[in-house]
């Protein structure tokens, strides 16, 4: 897969609340699949095709040596995606700090061309 | 009492879109001031760092146009953005049609159809919160605009996204 391909991917696995959810309970430590399935009103076949989803998306994976076959969340995904808005955020913020610098100084000196009137 | 944004947010609300979101310590007709006053407008619309903003015409009222123009302190490269206003009231609500000028950074995609962009400015014991939201005519180019970063120039954009992946993924 591309970069962008890989962010795709990541995106769309993100988009279902269910794997949100799954996410989140891999988040504090692995879990099987009918851990996984305990607290959703969801069958275990029907956790398993979100967490093929989650897995071909590379945001978790599976444990193959132990009998219960654990999944377990994997971050490297869930920092690209939070990387590659960041950037973009970062532009944004650099704008709106100096944005910030300028309403300053207009609150000092208020300029005197263009009031608004309402 | 809310808590302030005082670092800029983006959010992704759909496919298309982009969602940016910040509180300032303004009122609201300063803030509104800021985005449709060229002369203020120009000081803070920041491009990369080391570009710096030649072109900066504003006639912000609705079926006015506007034309961004920034220029590459080192190489004399330009790029910008132009458009129209196609509702502006003052001083809650601008809505925008955007399009993309990649003057000399060519680049691959798609300018013909313009990003709309819809921003709102509303103010709460003497804190103006700016939300802008900006749809864009496909997913293809929200990914890329949002993947330029534009923070350290554009040209560098989606290779040196590729390369970080790269390194991360060791392929």
Known sequence: MTPSQRLDATFAALADPTRRAILARLAQGEASVAELAEPFEMSQPAISKHLKVLEKAGLISTAQSAQRRPRKIEAAPLADANAWIEGYRKFWERRYSALDELLGQLQVAPPKSKRIRH | ?171
């Open chain 2, 1 to 171: 009492m809310k808590t302030l944004i005082d670092k800029a947010q983006v959010t992704l609300p759909s496919d298309t879109e982009v969602r940016v979101t910040r509180d300032f310590r303004a009122s609201r007709d300063l803030v509104w001031q800021a985005h449709t006053d060229p002369k203020l407008v120009r000081r803070w619309m920041l491009g990369p760092p080391g570009w710096s903003m030649p072109v900066c015409e504003m006639d912000v009222r609705t079926g006015g146009a506007y034309l961004w123009r920034w220029r590459s302190d080192e190489s004399g490269k330009i790029f910008g953005f132009h458009g129209d206003y196609r509702e502006v009231d003052m001083p809650a609500k601008i809505l925008n049609a955007e399009y993309y000028d990649p003057g000399d950074l060519g680049g691959a995609m798609d300018t013909s159809q313009p990003a709309i962009i819809d921003t709102r400015f509303t103010e709460r014991d003497g804190i103006t919160s700016l939300v802008m939201v900006m749809e864009f005519a496909s997913k293809a180019i929200r990914d890329a605009t949002v993947s330029t970063g534009m923070t350290d120039g554009m040209e560098m954009g989606y290779q040196r996204l590729d390369k970080l992946f790269a390194e991360r993924h060791g392929d």
